[in-house]
């Protein structure tokens, strides 16, 4: 089953960038307290330079960050099959990642501030000792519309995986004949390392 990233995870993206340009406004604003504690600044000249600076930041801040939050979110889809999560992302360089059900600990749920906003959520992977990041989480599925139901989905395959995995490590198929013969060559073996020992 092919699931893509609903579109509100492109709005969500934007709303980012706004909040991180308030800030921006925000602090040049708090950086008017200097020329009021520096009796030799002029204030016209510090105000022209700061809103310079900052204009200059926003600017390159959204020149840079939108193309590459449109054609990352464009090229970002999960698949979910029988035994494993599959994630394919990527712009320059693709990357598919495989997560087995077998390695799968958990599934988190995760809704910030402006997927609530926006209806959307997003469900973390977790799994047993294999993540390479600080995070605590293999992959993540974001942007998604119906992530109660998913989420609600992914858990109950994670424990038909994880009781399909405990039946078959519990009811081994060991045939006797064969652990005969290893055991005969052992003796084969061993009788021969200890002629050669004298």
């Known amino acids: 089953m092919e699931i893509r990233p609903d579109k509100k995870l492109i709005t969500k993206s934007w709303l980012t960038l706004i909040t991180i340009s308030i800030l921006i406004v925000l602090l040049a ?23 310079i600076v900052v204009f200059i930041t926003i600017l390159l801040m959204w020149i840079i960050s939108a ?43 995760e809704r910030t501030l402006y997927d609530r906003w926006l209806g959307i959520g997003s469900i973390k992977i977790q799994t047993a000792g294999q993540t ?30 994880k009781s399909s995995t ?17 055991l005969i060559e052992l003796k084969k073996i061993s009788s021969i390392l200890g002629k050669g020992k004298q």
């Open 67 to 109: 193309p590459i939050m449109l054609l990352w979110i464009k090229n970002l889809s999960y698949f979910i099959e029988d035994d494993k999560i599959v994630i394919k992302k990527g712009i320059l360089t693709k990357i598919k990642q495989n997560i087995p059900f077998r390695m799968i600990t958990d599934f988190m749920l």
């Open 132 to 161: 390479q990041n600080a995070t605590s989480y293999e992959g993540k599925l974001s942007g998604l519309i119906n992530w109660d139901e998913l989420h609600e989905k992914l858990r109950s395959d994670l424990t038909k995986a």
């Open 166 to 182: 405990k039946e078959i490590s519990e009811s081994p198929e060991v045939n006797e004949g064969a652990l005969e013969n290893i």
């Open 29 to 51: 604003c708090a950086l008017y307290i200097i020329p009021a504690l520096k009796g030799d600044i002029d204030f016209t000249e510090f105000s022209f330079y700061l809103w």
